[in-house]
């Protein structure tokens, strides 16, 4: 196997397990593109992308460009020779440099595509209650997430998997795939496959903070899928009156802990761990939470700071 010269895009730590992989497989990476450096935060402090951390680290040829088709940058592409590019959670490339490497562009999706395209496939396939998702390497075309599929491994979803844990699952199986994916390119043993037509394939499009408040006429089942699919971001929120204020919530955690109805019960009742928040399809028990201007933290934590005497409603 003759070993590839590529160049890495990507930006947060997902993309850093594969990067990782590809610097310690036989293949050589050449040059690593990320987002440039951002300001953030009250003092507005710079901050680097987990990408450009690991690039500095480790000596290599790192790039930041504002415009993905300024001339300079994509001359800079061409110079580098690279038989292929290899992109995990970047932003949308145009064709001018996609089409740059001879053995083309692939990107690794955190799903089995044609399900779930769009940014936040690991979110949606825990809202939707799935059972297995898993990642896919596939060509990059015109179209977002729509290239010809290389390779494919699912990942079984556990009922206590919440998008934290099952990022991480996918973050090692996704990198273990695109450095069998170059393995294979190298070898000229992969053929493309055209991604199926679906009627309706299942979509994962960016969760904005609309997205993510809780609708408490849904089933108890429903209720918990959403919680932990939102887990621990961009978490799941509600609105809350405690005693006489009116607080934003975020759910990190719980348990359905009644499916009997409650009708328009809206009293939060205490265990020693939880908060248990009535809703029409029964009881949710929350363990762990943020209340708007604190820290996140446990729920028994939460209600020893509460005076016994507060009444905690839904909103």
Request: proline share 5%; glycine share 6%; with cysteine.
């Amino acid at each position: 196997m003759k070993p590839l010269r590529v160049v890495f895009f990507g930006t947060p730590d997902f993309a850093v397990e594969s990067l990782n992989a590809i610097v310690e497989s036989s293949h050589q990476v050449v040059g690593v593109v990320t987002a440039p450096d951002k300001a953030s935060g009250r003092g507005q402090k710079i901050h680097f992308t987990a990408v450009k951390n690991y690039a500095l680290e480790k000596g290599l040829l790192l790039f930041q460009p504002e415009k993905l088709k300024d001339d300079a940058f994509l001359k800079q592409m061409q110079d580098l020779q690279a038989d292929v590019f290899v992109v995990v959670a970047f932003r949308m490339m145009p064709q001018v440099l996609f089409s740059l490497p001879k053995k083309g562009t692939f990107n690794l999706h955190a799903s089995l595509l044609p399900h779930y395209r769009g940014a936040a496939p690991i979110n949606y396939a825990l809202i939707n209650g799935e059972t297995t998702t898993g990642v896919t390497t596939f060509f990059i075309n015109e179209r977002i997430d729509e290239g010809s599929i290389l390779l494919q491994q699912e990942q079984e979803i556990h009922p206590e998997d919440t998008a934290g844990t099952l990022h991480d699952k996918l973050m090692h199986l996704g990198a273990h795939l695109v450095v069998k994916t170059l393995d294979g390119i190298s070898e000229g043993v992969l053929t493309p496959t055209a991604q199926q037509s679906v009627q309706q394939p299942r979509t994962a499009h960016k969760i904005f903070k609309a997205d993510t408040k809780i609708d408490w006429n849904c089933t108890a089942i429903q209720l918990h899928n959403f919680i932990r699919g939102l887990s621990p971001y961009p978490a799941a929120f509600t609105e809350v009156m405690i005693g006489e204020e009116k607080r934003t919530l975020k759910v990190y955690a719980g348990y359905v802990a009644s499916t009997s109805a409650q009708g328009d019960k809206k009293t939060i009742e205490r265990t020693k761990d939880a908060l248990l928040i009535p809703f029409p399809q029964g009881i949710y028990a929350v363990t762990d939470l943020q209340i708007e201007g604190k820290k996140r933290m446990k729920a028994g934590d939460f209600l020893n700071g509460l005076a016994p005497e507060t009444i905690l409603t839904r909103v």
